[in-house]
């Protein structure tokens, strides 16, 4: 077909038939991507959506089966057929006619080359758009150049970093970079601004657009309905690998068909929601306090944190919002005693926790629990699932703890028999589950959530902000809550702190940040966010 740059014709995945997984996964699915045209993909975690996109790559588990046996069962790229490629055949297609941005960064790049060989990588594979070679400063040039596009801060410095020195919204974009620097046809994205902050993902957004006007296909899959919204010219809503609506996205949400897309836009976080009630004064004893927190790291030329200092008592909320890079999440690495800080302190129930040796700390680390925004890197790959969440309940004996597990399946929304996989075998937004799971396994008194929802869909992430309420409700729960999504901040935080290049430039209650923003960078948080 003239125009279309690929094309999905009745693809049926399934699992092995000796595994949890022995069900069909994707069930005939067809869909088209035009060039200048985004198609988004939505649903639920395990709907399929990256299934789908990965057979357009050929990065299908060896362990599933594609079953595409009738003639009209097809996958086309550039209206060429590429059902039963080789690997080898793969690799000149993938980074070449296909961009994939994947939501697992820190797995997408090399722990072992630096950022700006990363992004080249594609150049001196296939050379440019069109198959145009280029020479090693003709490529550094085009590196830095889609290095700015997708707004890396000192794209001269951070081009020399290693993948593990980077933030998790770094990192995202050094990927995005590496996937368009080519110039492909076209563009999977796979939830590609789940880990930026406001600003920068209107930037992505606008620079996805850009390609698209360009000619560049997108294939998008997310589950930011307002993202889905603003670029795309048609989604389909999957469930249980098969897709149940399609449409325009903006007729999607104004008026759905499906009984399952009026579930996800009932979901979507609202603007219009009670903000959480302020903090009474009379609480007076602080859980976790940190006073003058200064982190630097070698060669970044500025703090990643610097002079932080905040209050987070029982049963209630801080929230942690800023730019990706701004020291978000090394302030949750100092508050979880991964790091230590250059100076400053951290208290955990008004006793030392920062610099206070290991061994003295362990008695105390179930009061503390870390819900991190890369859970694939949380969890041991070698291990069951279910085993990592009953490590937590070692305590317990063996019938109490399994039926703990199978509690903490059910209160998380994942089918009790995923246990049995191991990390790589689930989607994002199901290792991000098992992630929560295993923290709540602890009944800590202190919850730190780094993006803790970022990968969820909106049902299941509406889901889970309700379990978290309630168990805050009922037992005192404090936590901090690191997060790009400002309508998700408003839910769940009594307080916010605003970060900019490792400082705190504003704080204060949730309704007052958000409704009366003192400085101007808070009001451009608050502009660029599609979700307030």
């Known amino acids: 077909m003239e125009g279309i740059v690929a094309e999905i014709r009745g693809l049926t995945i399934s699992g092995p038939a000796d595994s949890a997984l022995r069900r069909t996964l994707v069930d005939n699915v067809s869909l088209t991507v035009a060039a200048g045209e985004c198609v988004a993909l939505v649903g639920e975690s395990g709907s399929g959506k990256t299934l789908v996109t990965r057979s357009l790559v050929g990065l299908i588990p060896g362990e599933l089966r594609v079953e595409m046996p009738s003639a009209g069962q097809d996958l086309l790229l550039g209206g060429e057929s590429v059902k039963g490629l080789t690997e080898k055949q793969w690799r000149e297609i993938r980074g070449n006619r296909v961009g994939l941005v994947s939501q697992d960064a820190l797995l997408s790049l090399d722990p072992l080359r630096r950022i700006g060989k990363e992004v080249e990588e594609s150049l001196v594979v296939h050379g440019a758009r069109g198959g145009a070679s280029l020479n090693r400063t003709e490529r550094r040039a085009l590196a830095l150049k889609t290095l700015r596009d997708v707004r890396m801060p000192d794209p001269e410095i951070r081009r020399r970093a290693y993948p593990h020195e980077l933030s998790g919204g770094l990192r995202q974009r050094a990927l995005i970079a590496q996937a368009i620097v080519g110039g492909p046809s076209l563009l999977i994205a796979d939830e590609p601004t789940t880990a930026l902050d406001s600003t920068v993902q209107a930037h992505i957004l606008d620079l996805l657009l850009e390609l698209k006007a360009q000619g560049m296909g997108i294939l998008l899959v997310s589950h930011d309905l307002g993202l889905v919204q603003r670029i795309a010219d048609r989604a389909l809503v999957m469930r249980a690998g098969v897709v149940v609506e399609e449409g325009r996205p903006r007729d999607l949400v104004r008026d759905p068909q499906h009984e399952y897309t009026r579930m996800l836009v009932a979901a979507i976080p609202s603007s219009k929601a009670p903000a959480m009630p302020v903090v009474p004064a009379s609480l007076a004893e602080s859980r976790l306090t940190a006073v003058g927190l200064t982190k630097s790291y070698r060669g970044a030329g500025v703090p990643a944190v610097d002079d932080v200092s905040f209050t987070l008592e029982p049963g209630t909320t801080l929230g942690v919002v800023g730019e990706s890079g701004s020291g978000k999440s090394t302030i949750a690495r100092l508050v979880m005693g991964i790091e230590a800080p250059d100076s400053g302190e951290v208290r955990l129930d008004g006793q030392p926790w ?179």
């Open 354 to 532: 920062s610099g206070v040796p290991e061994r003295r700390r362990r008695a105390r680390r179930r009061s503390i629990q870390l819900i991190h925004q890369d859970p694939y890197s949380a969890l041991n790959p070698r291990v069951t699932v279910g085993r990592s969440v009953a490590e937590a309940l070692a305590h317990l004996p063996a019938v109490a703890r399994r039926g703990r597990v199978s509690e903490l399946f059910g209160r998380v929304g994942l089918d009790l028999e995923l246990a049995r996989q191991r990390p790589g075998q689930l989607s994002g937004g199901q290792r991000q589950r098992v992630a929560i799971a295993r923290a709540l396994a602890a009944e800590p008194d202190v919850l730190v959530c780094d993006e803790a929802v970022s990968a969820l869909d909106v049902s299941v992430q509406a889901d889970i902000l309700t379990l978290l309420h309630g168990i805050q409700q009922g037992t005192g729960l404090a936590m901090l809550f690191i997060s790009h999504d400002l309508a998700v901040v408003r839910e769940m935080s009594h307080r916010i702190l605003v970060m900019e290049g490792g400082r705190v430039v504003e704080e204060g209650e949730t309704e007052q940040v958000l409704t009366q923003p003192r400085t101007a960078f808070t009001r451009e948080l608050v502009a660029h966010s599609t979700s307030l």
